[in-house]
């Protein structure tokens, strides 16, 4: 493992564990100086002031120049552990609450900060099978999970725990300044080509897509709670383990070919998640609906994670748009807890509708965005081929072989049949997508995609892109 990906993991990971850690602290602190609804009350202030922290990221590091910067982060990290000294106090509901505010307002700063540095450690791979993006995210997010599991288990003095989450939010503010300043000094990088605006399209339907999702995962959520509460069962605190694990497969599995199946994964587990809704109103097994959210929550949080931190590489504002996740999370997971509420409470067969037709709204957004998504990537590698294409002519300007003499010799040394030559000639001219060049060739697009699958194998490649971009390095060691 790299040396990067490893303080990736660190930092990002002691950021999940502050913030579930300063929120599950918060919770009991307010519970001195209020009721059980001041409390979920005040939780929702503390997420939306943290939503308002993930938001003024972008503009702040634009605002402030280079020499108070370092001052800046300073100052706010000596704010957030007086923050929690300030809350430990808990004096009055008041101050607490203002306590609350302002130290999530700085952990919304610091994680969108953190996504986006963490994004930046692998721009340069992203479109390689080196890229472990969501695989580091998983990775984080199980260690976070394992340390709040830790603090709250481990440690029985609250004051102790409160110096704990000071001593681990110290070590990602190190890890923080050390890696904005190398990312300052070598620039933002943007390793995807926005295409005719196609990113900021996929963007807005992202956001659709995780606020739908957050909906019916809160849902669950709370008939789960509701349980809890009613003394039906007693959850305990294993499920936490179950979900570190469960955020952990998901990076493993959203990393393979290059995030190729992780909407279709995703999907899967939102259907799963809306089944055990509908089963759990109607009076299902508890411990089905228990065992499903915990492992959809892990899926859920490194999806909408890993998704926006990757488009943030085609965005022009990379520092807004890879913390954005987590923002849009919390937003609608305070927006929506009342009607989630109010929808377990209604009539069993109101829910089922609800739940159905929010599922299959979720259903064909996510399916425009996988479309939109094939689109960009589809024009993204068009730009990069055409790149090489450009620097490959330069190189060849000197050689007499003609372009079918060249194809002829890479047919002979890699045993390409006359079929194969003729689509690989007409991919190195063509822009158009898959359906489009089988009927230039009048063959089926089933037929289309064995003879590259069978040119990959023959060269050792991978997929159109790697194909192409091994026969423009051919010609140039020739």
């Not at 995703?266 to 299902?284: A, E």
């Not at 009539?347 to 299959?360: D, E, H, K, M």
């Not at 040119?455 to 091994?470: D, H, P, S, V, Y």
Request: aromatic share 12%; glycine share 8%; charged share 15%.
């Amino acid at each position: 493992m790299k040396k990067g990906t490893v303080k990736s993991i660190l930092m990002l990971g002691i950021f999940y564990f502050v913030f579930l850690g300063a929120e599950y602290y918060f919770d009991n602190m307010m519970a001195f100086v209020t009721d059980a609804d001041g409390v979920v009350l005040a939780q929702s202030y503390i997420l939306g002031s943290s939503v308002l922290g993930f938001l003024l990221y972008a503009p702040m590091e634009k605002m402030l120049p280079a020499k108070i910067k370092q001052l800046f982060w300073s100052m706010s990290s000596a704010a957030v552990i007086l923050m929690f000294f300030f809350i430990k106090i808990h004096s009055g509901y008041g101050h607490t609450l203002r306590a609350g505010l302002f130290l999530f307002l700085l952990l919304g700063y610091f994680g969108s900060g953190v996504h986006y540095l963490v994004a930046q450690t692998f721009a340069t791979e992203i479109e390689t099978e080196k890229s472990h993006l969501a695989r580091t995210v998983g990775c984080a997010y199980a260690f976070g999970i394992l340390l709040q599991f830790i603090n709250n288990n481990c440690i029985s003095s609250v004051a102790v725990q409160v110096i704990f989450l000071c001593l681990a939010f110290a070590v990602m503010e190190g890890l923080f300044m050390v890696k904005a300043q190398q990312v300052d000094a070598q620039g933002e990088t943007h390793p995807l080509i926005e295409a005719d605006g196609v990113a900021r399209k996929i963007g807005m339907l992202l956001i659709f897509i995780v606020a739908l999702m957050t909906f019916i995962f809160a849902t669950l959520d709370n008939a789960v709670t509701l349980v809890h509460a009613g003394g039906g069962a007693d959850i305990g605190q294993w499920p936490r383990l179950l979900l570190a694990c469960s955020g952990l497969l998901a990076g493993f599995l959203y990393d393979i070919k290059k995030g190729a199946y992780q909407n279709i994964i995703m999907y899967c587990v939102m259907m799963l998640s809306t089944i055990c809704v509908v089963v759990i109103t109607c009076g299902g097994p508890f411990l089905l609906g228990l065992v499903v959210f915990y492992l959809s929550a892990g899926f859920f949080s490194i999806y909408f994670a890993s998704s926006f931190m990757r488009l943030s590489y085609a965005m022009k504002e990379g520092k807004l748009w890879a913390g954005l996740g987590r923002a849009v999370n919390n937003l609608c997971a305070v927006g929506t807890a009342s009607m989630s509420l109010a929808l377990l409470h209604s009539p069993s067969y109101v829910t089922i509708v609800i739940a159905l037709v929010l599922f299959a709204i979720t259903s064909v957004l996510i399916f425009v965005y996988q479309r939109y998504g094939d689109q960009m990537r589809w024009k993204q590698e068009n730009a990069i081929l055409s790149q090489e294409a450009e620097k490959t002519e330069k190189i060849l300007e000197t050689h007499k072989k003609s372009e079918e003499e060249w194809l002829a010799l890479f047919a002979q040394e890699f045993s390409l049949t006359p079929r194969e030559v003729e689509v690989l000639a007409c991919m190195l001219h063509s822009e158009d997508n898959v359906t489009e060049m089988a009927t230039q060739l009048a063959i089926s697009r089933a037929a289309l995609y064995r003879h590259i699958s069978n040119m990959n194998e023959k060269t050792n490649t991978k997929a159109r892109i790697g194909l192409l971009q091994f026969y423009y390095a051919w010609m140039q060691e020739k």
